[in-house]
């Protein structure tokens, strides 16, 4: 004949245990949290210093080719990508305030 055992003494975790770690884990996560804003600042920043690189690139080439600097983006084949707030991934807009044949601002 087989007897089967009772295992209720060792259901489990209690609540109270569970909650601890809960309390332990949202700790840890405000406290990781800062540094992980900072890294997205940085990739932020590092974003727009390559599209201004682009846009430099783009224009010593004009200059080289037409003895001037171009005010207009499209000119020089720089595509601006839209805005996150236009449903875009582009965090910054691009522009080319003034331009002449010396300087491009």
């Known amino acids: 004949m087989t007897y089967y055992r009772s295992y209720l003494g060792n ?3 209690s ?3 569970l909650l601890v770690v809960i309390v332990i884990i ?6 990781a949290l800062p540094r992980f804003t900072s ?3 940085k990739t932020k920043t590092t974003e727009a210093k390559l599209q201004l690189k682009h846009l430099h690139t783009l224009q010593k080439s004009f200059f080289y080719e037409h003895d001037r600097y171009s005010a207009s983006p499209g000119e020089i084949g720089y ?3 839209p805005l996150v707030s236009e449903g875009g991934s582009a965090r910054y807009k691009i522009e080319i305030v003034s331009a002449d044949g ?3 601002l």
Request: charged share 20%; no cysteine; proline share 0%.
């Open 11 to 13: 259901a489990g975790f």
């Open 15 to 17: 609540l109270t245990e």
């Open 26 to 31: 949202g700790v840890l996560v405000l406290l």
């Open 39 to 41: 890294v997205i600042d």
């Open 79 to 81: 595509e601006q990508s």
């Open 102 to 104: 010396r300087s491009f």
